[in-house]
């Protein structure tokens, strides 16, 4: 079990914004805490993880989402590094969002030191790329449009966190 926190950010998404300068919707900046399952030791594992960010841009939003990848862990000593593939997706709520959805590709690069027998510190980066849905609400004074849309973009993240046995 790993409790994770950190940082994402969201590149600006390009697509279906009609109504937006130059079809864009502005880039986010993301609080992110999650609590990562892992199963498997070295070699190959799977890593599940509920997680919750809060998203400021054009507007506040919330994400209640998973993440989930394959990962592939080797040991040298002390240091566990790790590579992997997988997704993330999330539900978003806000005040002017009526709901949204996003849903990213995600490669995992990390690491966990063990600085004691059964505790270590973990590192990760995030790199992805996906997509992400909004509805706006009716009296939204932020998005122009007022039916669902859709726009893609890149996606990264770090996190840090305690890795329990």
């Not at 600006?12 to 300068?21: A, M, Q, R, S, Y």
């Not at 999650?34 to 199963?39: G, I, K, P």
């Not at 690069?109 to 992400?132: M, P, Q, R």
Request: glycine residues 16%; proline residues 4%.
């Amino acid at each position: 079990m790993v409790p994770k926190f950190g940082y994402g950010f969201y590149g600006e998404g390009k697509g279906d914004w009609d109504d937006l300068t130059n079809n864009q919707l502005e880039s986010r900046h993301s609080l992110i805490v999650s609590l990562s399952f892992d199963f498997g030791g070295d070699g190959l594992g799977w890593e599940l993880a509920p997680y919750y960010a809060n998203e400021n841009g054009d507007v506040s939003m919330h994400v209640l989402g998973i993440h989930s990848a394959i990962v592939y862990r080797w040991h040298s000593g002390y240091w566990y590094p790790h590579l992997g593939i997988g997704t993330k997706g999330g539900y978003i709520f806000g005040d002017q969002i009526d709901g949204g959805m996003e849903f990213y590709g995600r490669i995992p690069i990390g690491f966990s030191y063990y600085f004691i027998d059964s505790l270590a510190l973990l590192c990760e980066l995030g790199l992805g790329y996906g997509i992400t849905g909004i509805d706006p609400t009716s009296d939204s004074t932020t998005f122009f449009f007022e039916d669902f849309k859709i726009g893609h973009g890149f996606y990264m993240d770090l996190l840090v966190g305690f890795r329990f046995p």
